[in-house]
């Protein structure tokens, strides 16, 4: 076998030496490191990418296909590590836009190949949250199968975010019911939220704060004005009155006050699902340790404390607290726009450098596939490609670090 093996290293290698060094960019060391990046992808809770393309383009001896090939399958890999190897029908109901989708990855492959640093480049296209590296530490050290593979569904999440979120935002976790601010890369503070039903479950998106509506008025959406308001103020308007409630210009609204839904404010946060953090006059859910009653929206415990938070620079809590009193709607914009980013994870930190696994509230986590996807070559192409580290020494050293031909 290792005749064999030594074989394939010496065509492999007198394949790529038969045309000058500046025409081929994968020299053996190389392929080589391709090749070990492809396997170490399980390391990130990634499926393994097939090599037969690959191994059937250096068969051929052909330098300009064992390029072509190798690009292709180094490319899948760096893609696959930016942005994750999940499907469109696994990331459905995934609002969140990864901008990481228009970095000029060609280029950044081109400059990682030629500089031989495939490894680096590979490890720079992770997710940079702290979160993330957490994650991953506890998938290499877990045995339990279900918590792995929940794990790994959840780094995939993140790869379906930008790598960076941003110096200042807000992060909300429906599944953990909890939001946290970020405040030029430090955390400010975390506050309970209320999300969804199952029935009516919060969705994944990203909008932008922009301010805080002070003693709001509700626009009753269409749903649950079919489902309640309606016949309230149809039925009994007396009753709907003293709630608040009123119907004019062809739609339901309730007035600011202590029966709002949306309790003392709301924030900015425009977006096409009508979906806001707000406050509510039902405080005493927050006490609850699944907090999953709202229409979707998501109801922020001690939101005028978090509204406050926000509104740094602009107003103190003392100015907050005069405009409440005034029961009268009033608009602040905040000093700077932020992003809000209202996601879905259920493998999360324990705060004691440990991963806890949260309930799946939605069942989501069942749409996303941690089985190896794509084949790994048969048997003899598996054996082709084991010759590869035996080229490390054949055609590498210190004066040739690259395994290239000399000149």
């Not at 809770?45 to 292709?72: F, K, M, Y």
């Not at 180094?74 to 609002?95: D, T």
Request: hydrophobic share 40%.
């Amino acid at each position: 076998m290792l005749k064999v093996l030594g074989a394939f290293g010496a065509a492999l290698s007198l394949a790529i030496c038969a045309t000058p060094a500046a025409a081929q960019e994968w020299t053996p060391f190389k392929i080589t490191g391709l090749y070990r990046s492809v396997t170490a992808a399980s390391n990130e809770g990634l499926p393994r990418l097939s090599t037969d393309a690959l191994v059937a383009a250096i068969s051929t001896s052909d330098p300009e296909a064992i390029d072509a090939a190798a690009n292709d399958l180094a490319l899948r890999l760096a893609r696959m590590h930016l942005l994750g190897a999940a499907g469109q029908s696994e990331r459905r109901g995934w609002h969140i836009v990864d901008t990481d989708a228009r970095l000029p990855l060609e280029e950044m492959l081109a400059t990682a190949v030629r500089q031989n640093r495939l490894s680096i480049f590979y490890a720079g296209l992770r997710p940079k949250a702290r979160e993330y590296a957490l994650l991953r530490s506890a998938y290499a050290a877990e045995t339990d199968p279900e918590r792995r593979e929940t794990i790994a569904r959840n780094m995939e999440r993140w790869r379906w975010l930008p790598r960076d979120l941003g110096d200042t935002y807000v992060f909300v976790n429906a599944a953990r019911f909890e939001a946290d601010l970020y405040r030029e890369g430090e955390h400010v503070g975390t506050w309970r939220v209320i999300v969804g039903t199952t029935r009516t479950p919060t969705p994944v998106f990203q909008a932008t704060i922009e301010g805080v509506v002070l003693n709001p008025w509700w626009e009753v959406p269409a749903s649950i004005a079919r489902e309640s308001v309606a016949a309230l103020v149809r039925n009994n308007p007396a009753t709907a009155r003293a709630r608040g409630y009123v119907y004019e210009n062809g739609r339901y609204r309730q007035r600011p006050g202590p029966n709002n839904a949306l309790g003392q404010m709301k924030l900015v946060m425009p977006n096409p699902y009508s979906v806001y953090m707000h406050d509510t006059p039902n405080r005493d859910l927050f006490d609850r340790e699944v907090r999953s009653f709202s229409h979707g929206c998501i109801r922020t415990g001690d939101a005028i404390g978090y509204a406050t938070t926000l509104l740094e620079g602009v107003a103190t809590r003392e100015e907050v607290d005069a405009i409440l009193a005034t029961g009268q709607t009033r608009t602040l914009s905040i000093a700077e726009p932020m992003p809000v980013y209202i996601t879905y994870f259920t493998a999360v930190s324990d705060g004691m450098g440990g991963v806890a696994i949260l309930d799946d509230i939605y069942n989501r986590d069942r749409n996303i596939r941690v089985s190896a996807r794509g084949g790994q070559g048969g048997p003899a192409a598996r054996a082709a490609l084991a010759a590869w580290p035996l080229l490390d020494s054949a055609s590498a050293s210190p004066q040739n670090p690259d395994g290239d031909c000399g000149s």
